[in-house]
């Protein structure tokens, strides 16, 4: 069984224990993901997200998943695409690393990530997924109590990007 998984859908669905929400700094929520996401699991979400103080990019913060079948929200703030050479993929990889990191230290078993930083905030998507499979295939290799990480791609674009990432990665081993 695959301990990584790419597939095409709606995060708000997915029966993880965690899913990641690609949030603002200001965890108050916003359009795209966040605004589904906040949307599916109701106003207690804000209700949590207004004392965690906001979020720095590349950090992540926990609440509860409320009205989600996920039983938790790992809040996460991408970086904003200004060019390449701002630090932006240092930023995206600590996303992915930090989320992970959040989900072992809460015993999480599986979790669901969207494609982070590739709405709104404009990174290419083909080079996020490059970013996003390698620092996750690197964390699974060093900590063996997440069983399961799904890529959730809403888009058959974004789809396509993580699936060729991930066979590159994969076929280099
Ligand atoms: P960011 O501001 O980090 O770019 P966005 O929410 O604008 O975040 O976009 C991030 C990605 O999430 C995009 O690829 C978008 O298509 C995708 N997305 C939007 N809604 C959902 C959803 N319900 N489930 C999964 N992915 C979603």
Do not use: Q
Request: net charge positive; aromatic share 6%.
């Amino acid at each position: 069984m695959k301990r990584l998984e790419i597939i095409l859908g709606d995060i708000t669905k997915v029966e993880t224990d965690a899913i990641v929400n690609a949030a603002n700094k200001t965890l108050l929520g916003g359009g795209g993901v966040d605004g589904a996401i906040h949307k599916a699991a109701g106003p207690e979400l804000l209700e949590e997200c207004r004392r965690l103080n906001g979020c720095e990019t590349g950090e992540a913060k926990l609440t509860k998943g409320y009205r989600l079948p996920a039983k938790y929200v790992i809040h996460t703030v991408g970086p904003v695409w200004r060019g390449g050479d701002h630090g932006e993929d240092g930023l995206l990889a600590a996303c992915y690393r930090n989320s992970l990191r959040l989900a072992v230290e809460y015993g999480i078993k599986t979790i669901a990530f969207p494609s982070i930083s590739t709405g709104a905030y404009r990174f290419p998507v083909r080079r996020a997924a490059r970013i996003a499979i390698s620092e996750i295939l690197k964390f699974l290799n060093e900590d063996k109590s997440i069983e399961k990480v799904l890529m959730v791609c809403f888009d058959n674009e974004a789809f396509k990007a993580y699936e060729e990432a991930l066979r590159e990665m994969t076929s280099k081993a």
